[in-house]
């Protein structure tokens, strides 16, 4: 018996590769790991993953706050 199960062409860098992998363990939705750049990933889950990612990396982003502005003119 075949089973099909809609998915979604995922194109990233490596390191986004891998931050969806280790999502992947609380959710289990990574049908294929393709090359080191592809992944298949089941459709339903992308809005949630869209949002875990953005979520993670605005956590690892570094942005500079007006107080950094005015100490650096001095």
């Known amino acids: ?3 099909a199960v809609k998915g979604v062409l995922l194109e ?8 969806v992998l280790n999502l992947n363990k609380q959710g289990n939705f990574v049908i294929e790991d393709l ?3 592809h992944l ?4 339903s ?3 949630n993953l869209q ?3 953005d979520r993670i990396l605005d956590e690892n982003s570094y942005t500079i706050s ?6 650096k003119k001095i």
């Open 1 to 3: 018996m075949v089973k």
């Open 12 to 19: 990233c860098d490596t390191t986004v590769k891998q931050i």
């Open 35 to 37: 090359d080191e750049t």
């Open 40 to 43: 298949f990933v089941e459709a």
């Open 45 to 47: 889950c992308i809005k």
């Open 51 to 53: 949002y875990e990612l």
């Open 66 to 71: 007006t107080e950094d502005r005015e100490n």
